[in-house]
């Protein structure tokens, strides 16, 4: 049974800091791996994808590494902003996706 | 463009009534869709899916049920709601051909709360 882990649960960094959430599975036969904001309250926002055959991907400040083999992928957010505050899930694909409890993000300003 | 849409957005409702929640999709020709639950402290799971009209799949046994009366609408349903039905309820969709290998798009979800 594939089960996604997300570490810290919770994070508060000063702002303009470089930070990394960490996101673990433990079985490595997936279609792909996507990180996802969630504002309070508010419904999911797609940040990155990355496919089983890749091993990272880029947009903006943000970029995102999977390993397979380890069953582990990151999220590094570079120079923070306050704006970048939310809940951070990461969320597994086989013919559905298991989503991990998230790491919830303060910027502080 | 592809937009998703849910409502009501808030919903307060006493143990033992029914419910009705329903998500639309506009801008694309059979999507999959997903009911997803998001209770407090809690990852987002997976209760339903659809890959076409009539056609559902239940993740968990539960107190729910959803339906797929047309192409790009979804309805979650229930006949007596109980507390454990407090949450925060998300549709999601993703290309017909998607099988997982593409994202899924949520919609802006439906925050329920059962007294």
Redesign the interface.
């Known amino acids: 049974k594939q089960e ?1 882990t997300q570490i810290p649960a919770a994070l508060s960094v000063p702002e303009g800091e470089n930070l990394v959430l960490n996101c673990s599975f433990t079985d490595s036969a997936i ?2 791996l ?1 990180w ?1 904001r969630q504002d309070p ?6 940040l990155l ?1 990355i ?1 089983s055959s890749q091993r990272e991907q880029t947009s903006g400040r943000l970029n995102a590494s999977l390993d397979k083999s380890s069953g582990r992928s990151t999220l590094y957010i570079a120079a923070s902003q306050p704006g970048d505050s939310a809940t951070y ?1 990461c ?1 597994v ?10 790491t919830r993000l303060k910027v502080l300003a | 463009s592809q937009t998703i849409h849910q409502w009501p957005a808030t919903l307060v409702q006493p143990v033992g009534s029914p419910l009705s929640l329903e998500c639309t999709v506009e801008g694309t020709s059979n999507p999959n869709l ?1 009911w ?1 639950r998001q209770a407090a ?6 209760l339903f ?1 659809s890959v076409g009209i009539g056609q559902i799949s239940s ?1 968990v046994p539960q107190n729910l049920s959803a339906s797929r009366p047309q192409d790009r609408q979804f309805i979650l349903s229930s006949k007596k709601l109980l507390l454990s039905d407090s949450g ?1 309820y ?1 549709c ?1 969709w993703s290309p017909e051909e998607a ?11 439906t ?1 329920l709360l059962v007294l």
Request: proline share 2%; hydrophobic share 30%; no cysteine.
């Open positions: 996604v279609y792909n996507q996802f309250g508010k419904g999911l926002t797609s994808l496919q899930l969320a694909s086989t013919y559905k996706y298991i989503f991990g409890t998230g | 997903y997803y402290g809690r990852g987002l799971q997976l899916y993740e925060f998300l999601a099988g997982g290998r593409e994202t899924q798009y949520f919609g802006p979800g925050r």
